[in-house]
C-alpha cells in the first residue's frame, strides 16, 4: 500500500484500543503561522467507550466554539466488540459532528508491541500480519488494536492507516539491559530479549517535562513511573531511554490491575500444581501452556486477585481496614520503590526528575506521597498543599516537590496528543 499524501485541511484520528476500551481522538492541522514542532495540531473531539465487552458507554467532549454535541457515559447497546466501537465512533462524527469520513486522511494506531519495528508504518498485508504474530507478546492490546486496524481498513479505505508502536522508545536500551541470561542463538532466533512498553507515553513526557525544565531532551535525565491499570517504570539518560520495567511482554515488572508484575519464573507451575504445596512430583504436574500461564499472569492477577478489585481508587479507600487491599497497596508502593532505586543508581544519582504519569500517577495522592516519603534518602521532600491539589492546576506538568536538585512532577500524558503530533510533522504524509 502505497503512502497517501493529503491536504493541510484534513483531519488525523489517533486510536488507543485497550483491552475492553476505545479511545479516539480528532485532530487539525495548526495553522501554519501557530504551527511548530511542540504543537502542531489542534484537538478537535475526543471520546472513549468503555466497558466494551460488559455495558459499553460513550463518552465524547469537544474543544473550542462548536455546535458539536459532547456524549456523557451514552449507553451504546449497538457496541459488541472493537470493530463496532469503531463503527459507533464513525457513525457519531456523521450525525453530531457532520464530519464526512472523507475529511479523514489518517488513521493513527497506537500498537503496544511492534517487536523489531522502529519507525511508525502504514499499514500494509505485510505489516499487518507482522503485528498479527506479536499478538501472543501483549494479548491484552495488540488483538484489539488489530481489530480496529481492521475496520478503518474497512471503513476509511481512502485514508492511510498508520502504526505507532509503543516498543519504539526503546530501541536504544543498551544490549546488555535489553538482553537476557540465556542462550542469545536461541534468543535471536525468536526475538527473546526486553523491548519495553508505554513509550508514546514517555515520548509525550520526556518531550514536555524537558520543555518545563527549560533544558533540551538530549540534555535531560528523568525517572518516570507511568501507574495505570497497566504500571511501568522508564530511566531515561540524555533523552533516550535506558532501562524499562517491562520486558518481552508488559507483563513483567510493576504489577498491575490483573498483571502479575516481575515474579520468580517457575511460580507459575507451582501454581498450577495438584499438589496442595510446592512439589518436584512429577506425577502431580499439570501440563501448562502458554495460553494458561498468560492468562493467570495477565488476567488473574495484580491487585485485583489480591484487593479483589481491579480499581487502585477502591484499593486506596479499603487498604486501613481490608487486609487484601492494604498487601496490594503496599506491594505496588514496594515494587515501585525497586525501580525508582535501581534506576537512580543506573543514572549515577544525576536525575532532573521524578515524574508521576498515567491515571493512578495522576490521580493518587496518597501514593504520590507515601512513594516520596520513602525517597526521602534521595533528597526527595513533597509539598503536600501542590500534591492534594494537582487536580486544580491547569498544564501538563504540575510540580508538587519542595525544591532541592531534582523536581518532583506530575504529568498528565497524552498519547493521542502524541501519536498525532508524530502524524502532523512527518512530511510525506502531507502535500
Known amino acids: 500500500m502505497s503512502v497517501k499524501s493529503a491536504t493541510r485541511n484534513s483531519l488525523i484520528l489517533a486510536v488507543n484500543s485497550g483491552s475492553s476500551s476505545l479511545k479516539i481522538s480528532v485532530f487539525r492541522l495548526a495553522s501554519p503561522e501557530k504551527q511548530d514542532d511542540a504543537n502542531p495540531v489542534v484537538p478537535f473531539i475526543s471520546s472513549s467507550i468503555s466497558s466494551i465487552s460488559t455495558s459499553p458507554t460513550f463518552s465524547s467532549s469537544v474543544e473550542g466554539d462548536t455546535n458539536v454535541r459532547p456524549a456523557k457515559k451514552e449507553d451504546a447497546a449497538n457496541i459488541h466488540d472493537h470493530a463496532t466501537a469503531f463503527a459507533h465512533f464513525l457513525d457519531y462524527l456523521k450525525n453530531e459532528a457532520h464530519i464526512d469520513k472523507k475529511e479523514i486522511a489518517h488513521v493513527c494506531h497506537r500498537v503496544v508491541h511492534g517487536g523489531d519495528y522502529l519507525e511508525p508504518v502504514v499499514i500494509n498485508e505485510e505489516s499487518y500480519h507482522h503485528i498479527e504474530r506479536l499478538s501472543d507478546l501483549a494479548p491484552l492490546h495488540n488483538g484489539a488494536a488489530l481489530s480496529v486496524i481492521q475496520a478503518s481498513l474497512s471503513n476509511l479505505d481512502h485514508a492511510n492507516s498508520i502504526a505507532y508502536f509503543d516498543t519504539a522508545f526503546h530501541r536504544d536500551i543498551p544490549h546488555h539491559i535489553a538482553s537476557y541470561a540465556i542462550n542469545q542463538e536461541v534468543a535471536k532466533e525468536k526475538g527473546l530479549k526486553k523491548y519495553g512498553f508505554h513509550g508514546l507515553s514517555y515520548s509525550f513526557i520526556l518531550r514536555t517535562v524537558s520543555r518545563h525544565l527549560a533544558k533540551p531532551a538530549s540534555e535531560t535525565n528523568l525517572i518516570v513511573l507511568h501507574l ?13 531511554s535506558l532501562d524499562t520495567s517491562m520486558g518481552l511482554t508488559p507483563v513483567s515488572g ?95 544519582g544525576q536525575v532532573d526528575a521524578l515524574v508521576f504519569a498515567g491515571g493512578i500517577g495522576e490521580k493518587s495522592k496518597e501514593l504520590r506521597e507515601s512513594v516520596t516519603q520513602r525517597c526521602a534518602c534521595l533528597g526527595l521532600a513533597i509539598d503536600q498543599t501542590r500534591n492534594e491539589s494537582v487536580d486544580e492546576q491547569d498544564g501538563d506538568v504540575v510540580e508538587i516537590g519542595k525544591g532541592g536538585r531534582t523536581k518532583l512532577l506530575v504529568c498528565r500524558t497524552d498519547e493521542q496528543l502524541e501519536i498525532a503530533r508524530q502524524c502532523a510533522l512527518e512530511s510525506k504524509f502531507w502535500k
Not at 497497566?230 to 533516550?240: D, E, L, Q, V
Not at 477502591?314 to 520503590?337: H, N, T
Request: one cysteine or more; charged letters at 25%; hydrophobic letters at 40%.
Open 254 to 348: 510493576l504489577p498491575g490491575a490483573t498483571r502479575a508484575g516481575i515474579i520468580d519464573p517457575t511460580l507459575i507451575f507451582h501454581y498450577t500444581n495438584r499438589a496442595a504445596k510446592i512439589s518436584h512430583d512429577k506425577s502431580l504436574a499439570t501440563h501448562v501452556g502458554v495460553t494458561e500461564a498468560e492468562d493467570i499472569l495477565n488476567m488473574k492477577s495484580g491487585w485485583h486477585a489480591l484487593a479483589g478489585s481491579s480499581d487502585f481508587g477502591e484499593v486506596v479507600q479499603r487498604k486501613d481496614k481490608d487486609e487484601g487491599a492494604k498487601l496490594a497497596y503496599d506491594l505496588f508502593e514496594d515494587r515501585i520503590l525497586d525501580f525508582i532505586g535501581a534506576y537512580w543508581l543506573k543514572l549515577g
Open 228 to 240: 495505570g491499570s497497566g504500571a511501568s517504570a522508564c530511566a531515561i539518560r540524555h533523552g533516550k
